[in-house]
């Protein structure tokens, strides 16, 4: 198995910008992670899915982000507009039970 | 990369010597508990796991223990190596709500 994929890897942007991030999560996973790391705040949960429909969105700091998950194999998470503030890497992880999480390698988000 | 806190704790070690990683967790009711390690540039990676049923578990060269009166896990690396070096975080989870991750502790082993 090729492990979750996220994909671009690296995005710069500038401010004002719309940004969209991709996933894939692992095969026959039926939970799908998206969290933020920054050096300030650390690891933080801003959505996840459950058989593709959203169970928690607490965590997406504001209307500016968006998440979908059209099939079970691909997940978007959008900030439109994009601010400096959302420099940060981008994690988006799949589990099968919910619990142990696999991680992608991340898309490391700069705005400019 | 940007996967680490500019104040995180950090454990220098020892080629060769034993590695001990403390974490203290903070819900009681919490029932699974998980040690990632993160690399630089990389996302974290599952190391091993352990069910509050449970008080020690071991694994390839990792062992992680876990002491539920006073909220306590560690996680334990035998004859540490340098691809040791990482960021290692605990995560606490409680029936199938989403795990809660800590801080982390950074290992820097000395060759």
């Known amino acids: 198995d090729a492990g979750v994929i996220q994909s671009p890897r690296h995005e710069v942007t500038e401010m004002g910008q719309e940004v969209t991030l991709r996933c894939k999560p692992i095969s026959g996973h039926d939970y799908l992670f998206w969290y933020r790391q920054t050096m300030m705040r650390g690891l933080e949960l801003l959505i996840y899915?459950?058989?593709?429909?959203?169970?928690?969105d607490s965590g997406m700091p504001e209307d500016r982000f968006s998440a979908k998950m059209p099939n079970a194999s691909f997940s978007t998470l959008k900030i439109q507009p994009s601010e400096p503030r959302d420099s940060a890497v981008y994690f988006c992880a799949s589990s099968w039970t919910g619990r142990e999480q696999y991680f992608g390698p991340g898309t490391r988000l700069t705005v400019t | 990369g940007e996967s680490v806190g500019l104040h995180l704790p950090t454990l220098s070690v020892q080629e060769g010597d034993n590695s001990i990683i403390n974490c203290a967790y903070s819900n009681s009711a919490s029932d699974y508990f998980i040690w990632y390690k993160q690399e630089s540039g990389k996302g974290p990676q599952f190391i091993i796991d352990?069910?509050?049923?449970?008080d020690k578990r071991q694994g390839q060269r990792v062992t992680v223990l876990l002491n539920k009166t006073v909220k306590h896990l560690s996680l334990q690396i035998a004859a540490t190596q340098p691809g040791d070096s990482a960021v290692y975080f605990c995560?606490?989870?409680?029936?199938?709500?989403?795990?809660?991750f800590g801080k982390g502790t950074r290992l820097s082993v000395i060759a």
């Open positions: 352990i069910r509050s049923n449970m």
């Open positions: 995560a606490e989870g409680v029936a199938n709500t989403p795990l809660v």
């Open positions: 899915f459950n058989n593709n429909v959203p169970i928690d």
